[in-house]
């Protein structure tokens, strides 16, 4: 059986290739999909983004339309180039999405239902998102709440747990964590409130500060580079991420990396800035 993070990398693959794309072309195996397809067309629609819940995969498109898979024992979504031959059997192919570059393919999954946001909440073996950090009405004291309850797991790992807090991603995890001079491996119960409080506003105020709302202000997305410094130098916009051995832009300390949780994610932090022991205290 397909592990969480099995369907977290996929869930990431799929999203790498297909986000922001237009589905050109829309094939299934399934009659009650088919039926689905013939009166709301798949194809045309855009890929919002596709997640991971627990073992479930989640495919937003456009216009209000989810494509919900779970891979129980055998199935799997692989990724080719549009025209590339598929490893496995035509026999077993279950769903094909496919856009001007890549034709994502799923094979043998023997749960695939399209939902509605609304008729998505209603399935309740779907594990919901914390709150999202991006919503006016984000929740900072149930986000805390929702934190606690992860008190023996390092921060970073929870920063990325979307059903704690929905947003965080892993470039934000390391910038977050050294905005707030806390070290990423620290465990949630040793962290005092104020600092978690300092975390949660810290997030939302990076996630906030890098999107823009489209002309109808419903749907939120990246602006290109992620920033999270104030500098005007494009190479100098984030702190930590992705500059391992590269001098702490605050006090010349070399980055490190290293991989961290069951996901194997990267993380970046100054040794200096964010001690493992304690906090240096918030600074921005
Ligand atoms: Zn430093």
Excluded at 29 to 43: E, I, K, S
Excluded at 53 to 63: E, H, I, P, T
Excluded at 124 to 147: H, Q, R
Aim: glycine share 6%; hydrophobic share 40%; charged share 25%.
């Amino acid at each position: 059986m397909p592990e969480g993070d099995t369907i977290f990398r996929s869930a990431r693959a799929l999203h790498r290739a297909l986000a922001g794309k237009i589905i050109t072309r829309f094939e299934t195996g399934y009659a009650h999909l088919a039926r689905v397809h013939d009166n709301r067309t798949v194809t045309g629609r855009t890929v919002e983004r596709v997640e991971a819940r627990g073992k479930w995969l989640l495919m937003f498109l456009s216009d209000d339309l989810i494509l919900l898979t779970h891979m129980l024992m055998s199935g799997s979504w692989h990724i080719y180039r549009v025209g590339e031959r598929w490893q496995r059997k035509r026999q077993d192919m279950r769903i094909v999405i496919e856009t001007a570059d890549w034709t994502a393919v799923a094979f043998t999954v023997p749960v695939a239902e399209f939902h509605s946001a609304t008729s998505l909440l209603r399935k309740t073996v779907v594990p919901a998102l914390g709150p999202d950090l991006l919503k006016e009405d984000f929740d900072a004291a149930k986000a805390l709440n929702k934190i606690s309850e992860h008190s023996a797991e390092e921060i970073a790992v929870v920063l990325l747990n979307q059903r704690v807090m929905a947003g965080i991603g892993n470039v934000f995890k390391s910038e977050i964590c050294f905005a707030c001079g806390v070290n990423p491996f620290r465990h949630v119960e040793t962290l005092s409130q104020r600092e978690l409080e300092e975390i949660v506003h810290t997030s939302r105020k990076f996630l906030k500060s890098n999107v823009t709302d489209n002309a109808e202000g419903q749907i939120v997305t990246y602006t290109g580079l992620r920033r999270t410094t104030r500098s005007d130098d494009e190479s100098a916009r984030l702190w930590v991420y992705g500059r391992p051995g590269q001098p702490c832009r605050r006090c010349g300390t070399a980055i490190e990396m290293r991989k961290q949780g069951v996901q194997a994610r990267t993380t970046y932090w100054c040794p200096a800035c964010q001690p493992l022991e304690r906090s240096a205290g918030p600074f921005r």
